[in-house]
């Protein structure tokens, strides 16, 4: 089961694992957008580590293997530091309608899986907190009652509203500190017009520009062609434009897109890093830890998304040259994230491009590498720390 693992936010005096809507909130802003179709964990704060919040895909607790696989989460938790967790099971986004008889179903057998997982772990209060459920605008409290098999059974308890994000105490909060909101990305129309007008330059796979000098500057290009066409001279855009197409040129080159995931991993830090051995060195160094302009919802995570959006408009229209090089910009940009989102420890962020890679791509020699990181997982050596 792949999982998102975050610190929240140590601000704060305690979360609000009592209240969904407080904990739904907490885990969007921790995880850098609105969790959906997920099981989340929050991990209170023991033995001098921070609080946690995790976040599972349903599909992977609902899965064959689920129990086992939320068995050793929970036990890594534990061993982590972290007291008794609560849980929390939220079905859509928490407030997207759906029938009653789908959610009394999922939450019945999610919350089933949960109370077992804990008690297989020997003692399910010291391990359990509390289950919690939030679908069709509804809290539901997930009791568990004895069962004639003598493992865990579920009873549900509608608790009330469950309240929008903008009307929780961590929004509020988050306001008052300046604390950046996620969002879904309000230009992903303009991004995907960008994408289908674009000329990509051939790729010239001697190139020996630097990646991280054309990515800053076709983020700075960027700015002013999502803020309106109607704004830009035609030669003005063009120009715009033109950068863009240079960083998607030069990142379908396998050397140069290696090159920028290196740089994103030297950002903000003074050592440099062995680009032969990048991947052990991440598994092996507990002192390389990301930089928020990395981590989902910073600048530069947000400037590869918004890019990758970009290149897949691309890979339908211009030349059969141009479109290749747009699917290998793609290809590229999308393994990047999936090495930034596993660096973060959000293994099921990552795991949700891999299957976008494997789709897409489905002769990739690179899916099963990613897949086996973020599935297994292989954990980065830095851990989420206050």
């Known amino acids: ?22 904990l739904l909130a907490e885990a969007r ?17 023991g033995r001098g580590s921070s609080a946690l919040i995790t976040r599972s895909p349903l599909h992977d607790l609902l899965g064959p293997r689920g129990h086992a696989h939320l068995q050793r989460h929970l036990a890594l ?16 986004d928490g407030h997207q309608a759906l029938l009653a008889p789908v959610v009394e179903d999922i939450l019945q057998r999610a919350g089933t899986l949960v109370h077992e997982a804990a008690r297989a772990l020997g003692d399910e209060a010291r391990t359990l907190r509390s289950v919690h459920g939030a679908a069709g ?15 865990a059974a579920v009873r549900l308890t509608e608790s009330g509203p469950l309240r929008e994000f903008a009307d929780t105490r961590t929004a509020a909060s988050a306001v008052l500190r300046g604390r950046p909101i996620p969002r879904g990305d309000a230009h992903e129309a303009r991004l995907l017009e960008i994408g289908r007008g674009l000329e990509l330059p051939a790729v010239d796979i001697a ?24 704004r830009l001279s035609g030669q003005v ?18 050397r140069l897109h290696w090159e920028l995931l290196a740089q994103c991993v030297e950002h903000g830090g003074a050592r440099e890093i062995d680009r032969e051995t990048l991947l052990q060195g ?8 990301p930089h928020p302009d990395v981590c989902a919802g910073g600048e530069w995570y947000v400037g590869l998304e918004r890019m990758r959006s970009i290149a897949a408009a691309a890979t339908s229209h211009g030349s059969p040259a141009q479109r290749s090089t ?26 949700g491009l891999v299957d976008e890679l494997r789709e897409e791509e489905p002769d990739s020699t690179l899916a099963p590498l990613l897949s086996r990181m973020t599935d297994t997982p292989i954990f980065p050596a830095w851990w989420p720390s206050a």
Not at 334 to 345: D, G, I, P, R, S
């Open 137 to 151: 605008s509804t809290c539901w409290t997930l009791h568990r009652v004895p069962s004639r098999s003598g493992g």
């Open 77 to 92: 938790m534990r061993e982590r530091g972290s007291g008794a967790v609560s849980a929390l099971i939220v079905l859509g």
């Open 282 to 289: 991440l598994v092996a160094d507990p002192d390389r830890a």
């Open 1 to 22: 089961m792949t999982t998102d693992t975050t610190p929240a936010d140590h601000g704060l005096p305690r979360l609000g694992v009592e209240d969904p809507a407080e």
């Open 326 to 351: 747009a699917r290998s910009a793609w290809r590229a940009l999308t393994a990047l994230l999936v090495l930034l989102a596993w660096w973060n420890h959000r293994f099921a962020t990552a795991g």
């Open 237 to 254: 855009r063009m120009t715009k434009c033109e950068q863009v197409a240079a960083l998607l040129s030069a990142v379908a080159v396998d």
């Open 29 to 45: 802003l921790c995880l850098g957008e609105p969790p959906t179709d997920c099981l989340i964990l929050a991990g209170s704060e």
């Open 207 to 230: 190139s020996a520009a630097d990646p991280a000098t054309l990515f800053a500057t076709a983020r700075a290009a960027l700015l002013p062609l999502l803020a309106g066409s109607g």
